[in-house]
């Protein structure tokens, strides 16, 4: 079946306007990760969907990023008023998570979004 | 300290060499992810390990719960391999967020 799709694959934007990204996560995949990874650096976790639960949104960088999933579909991440340090390529990835929380499943990472914010 | 280490950054090795690249964690864990990074940005999941040993074509990944370590050998190596290797861990104690090491860059010559 189809992988992890995400959409734009590049944004170029200003300085101060919004953003929206998104992710279309693998069908029966009950599990949704964003992370950033800035140039030459490492992947940082953002926030975290499981199923219906509230999201762990620990890693968000600042309250002008949010998220949201509905159910066990679409995730659209949103980035207001952007900075240029939020230039960066933007991943999702998905898992196929069961009921039994210590039972770790092997994440399905999409293309990623590359934001430039000049 | 990071609390997952990976070593060494920079790889550069010979067409046929065995590669071993190097994760240590000091968190206890759930999970350890090896993943990796193409130039164009791309990121595969290679193994995800909660204990002992898996291998998968020329690939195996080894972990020591008690010493907190992790390892990713190639065997045979090959100009393809060049990519990004990351360690990530799930930790016991953070709820579902991965950390990551800051990968290890390996370069294979023809």
């Known amino acids: 079946g189809a992988g992890v799709s995400q959409s734009p694959s590049n944004k170029v934007t200003e300085k101060g306007k919004d953003v929206e990204l998104r992710c279309d996560p693998i069908?029966?995949?009950?599990?949704l990760y964003w992370y950033r990874q800035r140039l030459g650096q490492g992947l940082e976790f953002l926030i975290y969907?499981?199923?219906?639960?509230?999201?762990?949104k620990s890693g968000l960088p600042s309250d002008r990023f949010s998220a949201e999933r509905t159910g066990e579909s679409v995730s659209t991440l949103t980035i207001q008023r952007t900075q240029q340090e939020d230039s960066a390529v933007y991943l999702c990835?998905?898992?196929?998570?069961?009921?039994?929380?210590?039972?770790?499943?092997?994440?399905?990472f999409g293309p990623g979004t590359r934001l430039t914010v000049l | 300290k990071n609390e997952v280490e990976q070593s060494p950054q920079n790889l550069t090795a010979q067409e046929g060499e065995f590669i071993t690249i190097n994760c240590s964690y000091s968190?206890?864990?759930?999970?350890l992810h090896w993943l990796q990074q193409h130039p164009g940005g791309g990121i595969v999941s290679l193994f995800m390990?909660?204990?002992g040993k898996k291998k998968h074509g020329r690939l195996i990944a080894t972990i020591n719960i008690q010493e907190k370590h992790s390892s990713l050998h190639i065997t045979a190596s090959h100009p393809r391999d060049s990519a990004v290797y990351i360690c990530?861990?799930?930790?016991?104690?953070?709820?579902?967020?991965?950390?990551f090491g800051e990968g290890t860059q390996l370069t294979v010559n023809p």
């Open positions: 990835a998905s898992i196929r998570e069961g009921g039994r929380p210590w039972v770790p499943d092997t994440q399905y």
């Open positions: 069908s029966g995949h009950t599990a």
């Open positions: 969907f499981q199923g219906n639960s509230a999201p762990d």
């Open positions: 968190v206890g864990i759930s999970a």
């Open positions: 390990l909660s204990s």
């Open positions: 990530a861990v799930r930790s016991t104690t953070s709820g579902s967020r991965l950390t």
